[in-house]
């Protein structure tokens, strides 16, 4: 079987440069003493969707502005919005009120025309906000568009991890994910659970991707369950229980099926998975 490593795909050179000033910007006006991320988010925003108009301010102050124009331009501003996560009762209402404005910076830029399908800057820019947002982020972690999640604050990430396309991370009970892992299209990782009986009784349980897990496209891993180092959980699968390393598991619920060939020789099928140390 052929190996097929990714190419390598440059802009021009004015253009990067571009890029470049205007992230390096951004970057400046996030980390400034009594940095307001909900104005900068506000302006940051209009910008990018009413480029060459003026401000976000002038706009709205002309007195012949519509009502439907008014109502846009204001939720520009996340001071005017709500996002889901503010109404579960287990919110950290200060720490999710210091993420909120990037957060809707971040999912607001991928339904821009700019954002949607931009790799080369999509990938920079959410890597710029990335360490704002969640509990820890490594080097080169790269995310592309729609990818979405609860509080962010409760996501911790190791090196070298990429998330690709419309893929949830709930992390209202926490997310750990190692290194060189690996989120397909469309996936969905969660960290809490329901009660059958009374909707409204929650559970919060972390879960863990550990180092090299690759989670393929449109599988589910439920809350608490700790994927090994090295395992795979298949397309389409639901793991509900560990993934034990180097195992590959398939199906609904999702089984072992196989043990990846670059398992340790001391590897056996029947390794459970060893949760970590508590704490």
Request: overall charge negative; hydrophobic content about 40%.
């Amino acid at each position: 079987m052929a190996l097929y490593p990714l190419r390598r795909v440059t802009v021009p050179d004015e253009i990067r440069s571009h890029r470049d000033q205007w992230l390096a910007d951004l970057d400046h006006a996030l980390t400034a003493p009594g940095a307001d991320w909900s104005a900068l988010t506000a302006a940051t925003l209009f910008e990018l969707a009413y480029p060459g108009q003026g401000s976000l301010e002038e706009r709205l102050a002309e007195p012949t502005l519509s009502l439907t124009a008014r109502v846009a331009l204001e939720a520009l501003d996340p001071r005017h919005i709500t996002l889901e996560p503010e109404y579960y009762a287990e919110v950290d209402v200060v720490r999710f009120a210091r993420v909120k404005p990037l957060l809707w910076l971040w999912y607001s830029f991928d339904r821009l025309p700019l954002g949607g399908q931009h790799i080369d800057l999509g990938i920079e820019f959410r890597r710029l906000l990335a360490p704002h947002i969640f509990g820890r982020v490594g080097a080169n972690f790269k995310c592309f568009q729609h990818v979405e999640f609860s509080f962010g604050y409760q996501l911790e990430v190791g090196d070298d991890v990429v998330v690709h396309r419309h893929v949830l991370l709930d992390d209202r009970g926490g997310i750990l994910l190692g290194n060189r892992v690996s989120i397909s299209d469309y996936a969905n990782i969660y960290s809490h659970t329901h009660s059958i009986v009374e909707q409204k009784e929650v559970t919060s349980l972390q879960t863990i991707l550990a180092d090299d897990v690759r989670i393929t496209y449109h599988a589910t891993v439920l809350a608490g369950v700790h994927v090994g180092e090295n395992g795979m959980v298949g397309a389409n699968a639901l793991a509900t229980k560990d993934v034990r390393p180097y195992h590959v598991h398939v199906g609904i619920p999702a089984k072992s099926i196989r043990v990846k060939p670059n398992a340790p020789s001391n590897m056996a099928a029947t390794e459970r998975n060893p949760r970590p140390p508590a704490g």
